[in-house]
T-cell receptor, first 114, second 120 residues
Framework: KQEVTQIPAALSVPEGENLVLNCSFTDSAIYNLQWFRQDPGKGLTSLLL?????REQTSGRLNASLDKSSGRSTLYIAASQPGDSATYLCAVLDRGSTLGRLYFGRGTQLTVWP | GAVVSQHPSRVICKSGTSVKIECRSLDFQATTMFWYRQFPKQSLMLMATSNEGSKATYEQGVEKDKFLINHASLTLSTLTVTSAHPEDSSFYIC????????????????FGSGTRLTVV
């Protein structure tokens, strides 16, 4: 069974810092990996989706990388801002699932203070 | 982009009553919807997967008779919590699968805004 782990569980940094959030998964047979943002009491907002054949994706200040063979992904946030404060979740779409379900990590709770 | 509208955002109900949560895909057809439950400071727990026109597939440990899922059309899926009790209080989120690469089984997912259920 696919297991997804995110480190660290929580992170608190001053505004302006560059950040790295880590995600690892146990089974490399995936279709893609997706990073989401969740604000308190809200649903999930998709940030980046990396196909299994890709190495990275970029959107604005966000850059996500994927090393499928080692089962790792990182989300890099440049020049962090207080508005980036949220919980960040990574999820993999597993090739072994006939239903196409996502497997989620527990998330990294990020706080960026002014 | 693909948008899923989820209602209500918050609901408070009395113990023993039933509550219906709706998720609609606004600008695309959602053949598959996923229903999640989230406890405070925890990740999402998949409850069930529904396909339009067929019965939902429930995860192990999820009571089918308590959490009724209906996916009668390509744009609407509903979750009904029957005979709700305080332990059913939680955050419920739906998700729809969106095709991101034609010709391959490769999908992205879009989520509703969630429903906070409180049973008193």
């Amino acid at each position: 069974k696919q297991e997804v782990t995110q480190i660290p569980a929580a992170l608190s940094v001053p505004e302006g810092e560059n950040l790295v959030l880590n995600c690892s998964f146990t089974d490399s047979a995936i279709y893609n990996l997706q990073w989401f943002r969740q604000d308190p009491g809200k649903g999930l907002t998709s940030l980046l989706l990396i196909q299994s054949s890709q190495r990275e994706q970029t959107s604005g200040r966000l850059n996500a990388s994927l090393d499928k063979s080692s089962g790792r992904s990182t989300l890099y946030i440049a020049a962090s801002q207080p508005g980036d404060s949220a919980t960040y979740l990574c999820a993999v779409l597993d090739r072994g699932s006939t239903l196409g379900r996502l497997y989620f990590g527990r998330g990294t709770q990020l706080t960026v203070w002014p | 982009g693909a948008v899923v509208s989820q209602h209500p955002s918050r609901v408070i109900c009395k113990s023993g009553t039933s509550v219906k949560i709706e998720c609609r895909s606004l600008d695309f057809q959602a053949t598959t919807m996923f229903w999640y439950r989230q406890f405070p400071k925890q990740s999402l727990m998949l409850m069930a997967t529904s396909n339009e026109g067929s019965k939902a597939t429930y995860e192990q440990g999820v009571e089918k008779d308590k959490f009724l899922i209906n996916h009668a059309s390509l744009t609407l899926s509903t979750l009904t919590v029957t005979s709700a009790h305080p332990e059913d209080s939680s955050f419920y989120i739906c998700s729809a699968r969106v095709v991101v690469m034609w010709g391959q089984a490769n999908y992205g997912y879009t989520f509703g805004s969630g429903t906070r259920l409180t049973v008193v």
